[in-house]
């Protein structure tokens, strides 16, 4: 009898974050992509119909604070409190009280920490139990995005914990501006994809559907996933890892610059007890710390992959993949963390080990 339960995203309804500063480009792309037919079944949720220019897409109201559009979609307010929101989107489906849909997307305001909304969809129970994340997306302006990463932690935060990154306003930026803003963002968020984007126009296929949770196991969907395994990949085996980099010392005024990603593999089975108590022991100690944690484990005496997600404190409970989407059966656990270097959590792993 397995400990871990059986990953049922496929049942959930597919929820995505559309993040990014202060006048970054979120409205302009989400206008875009709703008019692709593909997201037509899409309900969209934002802070105020004002703040978006969707109303030349609004046709009639549907109950209170809901609209529905030509495109087919439903867009609604949230207001206040966004778990209470989607609570009442999914008793109005369940009623049937509101057009079909397959998709939620979510628009943050500009100063908005993207980590309280991933920590709701990851581990409130009211919450998942009808929703999953899916992916997130953040636009960055390729002109003033340096300057908002050097003066706000917000900017810094929300690019990097996203799944995409979108470039934007390219036809302003000189190529330096571009170029600069694209090697930070790698050094930044080294998993993610980036697009450059003009007037928000992008297949919608490239950003969505991001996750693991592919009923399919695709085997592609699992390695973007875990994209950022690929730039440290002389770490290869975490025991052999070298400790001794040489970086220039970080600048003081740079928020990214205390941002780090890293992924920490395992050749062999993870031994769950040992696995588990050292998790609990990261999240006990640098919980304010880990932005982003999500991984896929080999765990002794499973057959199938095993699935973990975290912000924060804040981790999905452990669930298990219908298979292994290619031979690749190594356990890999993705960091995205800011002021925890790599070596800290590699020492953590040691210790445990030894005290196992």
Known sequence: MSLFDPDKSAGRMPV?????FLGSGKTTLLNHILRDRRMARSLVLVNEFGEIGLDHLFV???D??????KSGCVCCTIKGDLERTLRDIARQRQAQALPPFDRVLIETTGLADPAPILALLLNNPMTAHD??????????????????LDAQ??????????????LTKGDLASPGQRTALDQ????????????EVTQGAIDPALLFDAGPFDPGGK?????????AESVDAHHHDHDHADHHHHHAPADPNRHDARIASFCMTWDTPLDWDVFNRWLSLVRASWADRLLRVKGVLNVAGEDRPLVLHGVHHVFHPPTLLA???DDDRRSRLVFITRDLPRANVEASWQQTQEMA
Request: no cysteine.
């Open 16 to 20: 995505a974050l559309i993040t990014g």
């Open 60 to 62: 009639q109201s549907v």
């Open 64 to 69: 209170g604070d809901m609209v529905l559009m």
């Open 131 to 148: 929703y999953r994340l899916d992916a997130v997306v953040a636009t960055v302006d390729l002109v003033h995005g340096a300057g908002q």
């Open 153 to 166: 932690p917000e900017a810094v935060k929300q690019a990097a914990v996203a799944d995409r990154v979108l």
């Open 184 to 195: 930070r963002l790698a050094a930044l968020n080294s998993g993610a994809p980036r697009f």
């Open 219 to 227: 085997t592609d969907k699992v390695r973007a996933w875990l994209a």
């Open 323 to 325: 298979g292994w989407p």
